[in-house]
């Protein structure tokens, strides 16, 4: 009997440890047997185009934590993190996601509440890019973007490319 129970356990802490790559965010829930799902062995180009907040820059985005959900339930369900190519672009009122945490205190005297996702997505492989139209236009300098966030001369010309490479365009703004 305890040689079942150890193979349980053992097996129950492998089964956990895939399912949730970027820890603290994109929270899922397991739903049993969905009658869609994605592939197991596909490789997967995504880019999200966020251009909305609905947070007032006060909470995580809660756009950008669905980047963390997609990866996470999808790693639930399966699917291996090097099979998801992904991609974000952040502009219009979601551009200042993209602030590094110290131009972000001192223009909205708070921290920035996308700092530690946008350094786990980074972590899990995600390209984070921000419009540079959008960040110019929103009157920040070059030095105010995280280094976990790339420029991209815009955001129309980060969805064109990514597009033309095969990626998959979610938008739900």
Known sequence: MKKYIVVFLVFTCFSNMNSQIIKDFGDVFEVENPE??????????????IYTDYSNGEKINPLLNTVARFINMHAQQGILLKNMKIAVILHGKATKSALSNFSYKTLYKTNNPNSELIEALKNAHVEVFVCGQSFMASKYDAKDK???????????????????????IINFN
């Open 146 to 168: 995280s280094e976990n966030v790339k420029m991209a001369l815009s955001a129309l010309t980060a969805l064109v490319e990514y597009q033309k490479n095969g990626y998959q």
């Open 36 to 49: 869609l799902l994605l592939a197991e062995n596909t490789e997967y180009k995504v880019i999200f185009d």
